[in-house]
């Protein structure tokens, strides 16, 4: 049988289970093939269905080269570079605000009126979104799923009144304001887990803020009181790390999340590490490994079926590289170019 023969729903199953590494060679096979790799249902369906790894992915700074975006793999690394100089020739930074389901969303650093930028490293695919017309001097953002409606949506907070506003990616092409901001000021960059957003409260030091994507409205969620460095998301359950020790670093996860209940999940020694008491945990890569980086920006891989912290050098880093865990996405966000 040849490859325009196949029925499309036996393609469609067979696709679902592929890496995404394959599905972009097999775009060239066929316009049939193309069409079905690239239909968004496919993507919804892949996302649930395919069992890749995450893999360390590391964001470099824009280069000369024309092209939009590239990416090429180098051992169990992946290394992108986000070339928007042929529009932007001033944009030599970018700063990562979100990540959900694989997309990435960044803004340019050290510009006040930046636009938003949507990144699918895995496509090479850059999408340039307008940022909220109101525009105080600090904004905060956060990219989550809706799975009510299968859409993904931008939520963008105001440092100065602690307003909100919500972009829905594939809709009217414009922000909108909702009720209720959240309660309080938010820190660091948000983690997408379990349909909602979630944000290290501010003020509160026992609390997290959570802004659930759906129903679009901000809450509260207890957590562990301990001195928390940083939320992450953990194979799609929403955890804290707890940094109270110099000789280690714990990972506390909810296990059920309506529940809201609190489980220490991995416990890391990091006696041996420079500047310990200010050790990050990146995320979950390749075999369960867990990612760390140090004050000197040094990463270490743990392995959690050895309990033994191995380090390893991440080529290219400088300033404004950014790296993280990333499990990748088939979605094509150009449809989300023509808003």
Not at 164 to 179: C, E, F, H, K, N
Not at 180 to 205: F, I
């Amino acid at each position: 049988m040849e490859a325009g023969q196949f029925p499309a729903d036996m393609l469609f199953d067979i696709f679902s289970r592929l890496p995404i590494k394959s599905l972009m060679r097999f775009r060239c096979v066929s316009p049939t093939w193309r069409s079905i790799i690239d239909d968004p249902c496919l993507a919804c369906m892949h996302r649930l269905r395919c069992a890749e790894e995450p893999k360390v992915l590391i964001l470099d700074p824009p280069t000369h080269e024309p092209a939009d975006a590239t990416l090429r793999e180098d051992g169990v690394f992946l290394k992108a570079s986000l070339n928007l100089l042929t529009r932007f020739a001033n944009s030599k930074a970018y700063s990562l605000r979100g990540c959900c389901n694989g997309l990435l969303c960044l803004t340019k650093q050290f510009c006040g009126e930046s636009p938003l930028f949507l990144f699918n490293p895995p496509r090479q695919e850059v999408v340039e979104l307008q940022p909220p017309c109101i525009a105080p001097s600090r904004k905060k953002y956060g990219l989550g799923f809706d799975c009510s409606t299968n859409t993904y949506k931008i939520v963008g907070v105001f440092d100065d009144d602690l307003s909100a506003q919500v972009y829905t990616l594939g809709g009217a092409g414009s922000w909108r304001a909702i009720s209720e901001g959240p309660p309080c000021p938010l820190l660091g960059r948000p983690v997408y887990s379990c349909g909602a957003l979630h944000w290290v409260c501010g003020d509160d030091e026992g609390k997290i803020v959570c802004f659930d994507v759906g129903k679009e409205e901000f809450g509260l969620i207890s957590r562990p009181e301990f001195r928390s460095s940083h939320l992450l998301d953990l194979r799609g359950e929403l955890a804290i790390v707890d940094r109270s020790s110099d000789k280690h670093v714990e990972i506390w996860v909810m296990k059920e999340y309506e529940k809201k209940e609190w489980v220490k999940e991995y416990k890391i020694g990091v006696k041996g590490v420079r500047g310990n008491e200010f050790v990050e945990v990146v995320g979950v890569c390749e075999h369960g490994e867990i990612l760390l980086k140090d004050v000197f920006e040094n990463y270490f891989f743990y392995n959690p079926g050895t309990d033994m912290l191995k380090y390893s050098h991440i080529p290219s880093l400088n300033d404004e590289t950014q790296v993280l865990c990333h499990m990748g996405s088939l979605l094509s966000i150009a449809m989300f170019g023509a808003e």
